[in-house]
Each structure stands twice: as C-alpha cells, then as structure tokens.
C-alpha cells in the first residue's frame, strides 16, 4: 500500500478512536450528571418532607398549649368567663396555623402520613369546639359535668396523637413501615389479664382495695407522683417484656387511664406474639 494511504488510514482510526472515546466519555458525564440529580432531588423532597412534619408539629403542640390553658381556667372553681372568651379567641390563630400545616403535609405525602395528620387536625380542632361548648353552657348556667369530661379525655387524645405523628413522620422519613398498629385501639375485653395485674399492682402501691381502684382514671388522679409512675413502668417491663416505643412514649403514661396502660401491654404482647403469663 502506498505509505500515504497508510498515513490517511492510520489517521482515521486515530480519529475514530478519539471520537468514540469522547463519545463514551460524554455519556459517562451525563449518567453522573443524572445520578446526582436523582440523588440531590431524593434530597430536597427528603428535607422538603421533613420541613412539612416539622411545621404541622410544632403548630400542633402550640395549639393544644394553648388549648390547655383554657382548659385550666375551665376547671377553676369560679371561671371568669370574660378571661375564657379573650383566651379561646386567641386560640384561633394556632387551629389555622394546624390546618395551613396539615395541607402542606397533604401536598409533600406521602400516603402513609396522611391518616395520622388527619386525625390530630380533627382532634385538634375538637378540642376547641368542646371547650367552646362548655363555655356557653357555662355561661348559660347549664350543667358542664359531661363536657368538661369530654374535655379531659380530648386533651389526653390530642397528646397522644400528636406522640402517634412523630412516631409516623420518623418511619416516612427513614424510608421504613410504619407500625399502623399505633392507630388502632385495643379494646378493653382483650385486655383483662393485663388490666387485673395493674390493679394488683397499684392497690399494693397505694395499699388499697383492688375495687377501689379507678380504671377509667388516670394514674396521677389516684395518688401517683411521677416518680411513682416511672416505678410502675419499670415493673410493666420488668414483668411483660415491653417497653415505651415512638407511639407511646413514657411521658404520655402521667395522662393515661388504667384501661389504657392495659391495652398498651396488650398490644406490645400481640406484636411479640406473646401470651404467657407474667414473670413471677
């Protein structure tokens, strides 16, 4: 072959190899440019999400502060209306800013937080209904015994499912299950073991009748301090093999019933598949 024909052969293979490398060298670039855009989106919707839980929590712990200080100022033995009006209108701005914050939830998802979000914005919001009915009862001069019964168990609802979306909001955010048991209710038949072992326990604690003991009460309306409390939690562990988890922190043990407290052993048993009897 003529040696300038090899010199033009030679240089097109050189060129072709120069071009498919750069052709693989730029589609190299933009996979990475992708990845890394996949990876900085995952990101964003992350710290966008986590934003959204954060806002609606903070409003409603703010909201229900607010709601226990009329609450409080219910339970006094001479309530000053005119001070109750001024309180429960200031109350306003905190139910808005929940439901601002549980539309934004709604929009960033996902599905799996939607229910939780649900249920503390209505709970929430009746919360402030039932005081606001108490107090124009009270004003009426009616008989508010049954609402400010409602109010109670309303405030120890909102704590508790407020406890019950944070628990949720961690599982979305670490990309895991969530325990949907957390929103289920045990009901009191399915607990009798459990409930008669706490009434033993705390008829022992407070040296009293077991039939005097208060099930539908809570423990610090029964002469338990919070020291007492925690003493009690360590023997339920102790003695059933459960412990305090993202839906039922222990803290939320001063405001719930004896029922409850049962139910919560219940359902930690079940979860473990577990119904054998108490250690002695």
């Known amino acids: 072959m003529d040696p300038a024909w090899i010199a033009v052969v030679g240089t097109a293979i050189g060129a072709t190899g120069a071009t498919s490398a750069a052709l693989i060298a730029g589609w190299a670039a933009r996979r990475q440019a992708n990845v890394q855009s996949v990876s900085q989106r995952a990101q964003w919707r992350r710290q966008t999400r986590r934003d959204a839980y954060s806002a609606f929590l ?14 409080r100022l219910l339970r006094e033995a001479s309530p000053d209306v005119v001070r109750l009006d001024a309180q429960i209108a200031s109350v306003e701005p905190h139910i808005n800013a929940v439901k601002r914050a549980s539309a934004t939830v709604f929009v960033e998802g996902p599905q799996a937080i939607l229910e939780p979000t649900r249920r503390t914005e209505e709970n929430i919001t009746l919360f402030r209904t039932l005081l606001r009915r108490t107090l124009t009862d009270l004003r009426a001069g009616r008989d508010v015994k049954e609402y400010l019964s409602l109010c109670d168990r309303q405030d120890h609802q909102v704590r508790d499912l407020l406890d019950r979306f944070a628990a949720f909001a961690r599982a979305v955010l670490d990309e895991v299950e969530p325990d949907w048991n957390l929103l289920s209710i045990v009901e009191v038949s399915d607990v009798d073991e459990e409930l008669q072992w706490l009434k033993k326990a705390m008829s022992e604690r407070l040296e009293i009748d077991e039939s005097e003991i208060d099930v539908k009460g809570r423990l610090t309306g029964q002469g338990y301090d919070s020291l007492a409390v925690f003493v009690l939690f360590s023997r339920i562990q102790a003695q059933w093999g459960v412990a305090p988890d993202g839906g039922w922190p222990i803290s939320s043990l001063f405001d719930k019933s004896v029922e409850e407290i049962a139910g919560y052993i219940a359902t930690q048993r079940n979860h473990a598949n577990s119904r054998s009897l108490p250690r002695s």
């Open 58 to 71: 903070d409003a409603g712990v703010q909201a229900r502060d607010e709601l226990m200080v009329v609450w």
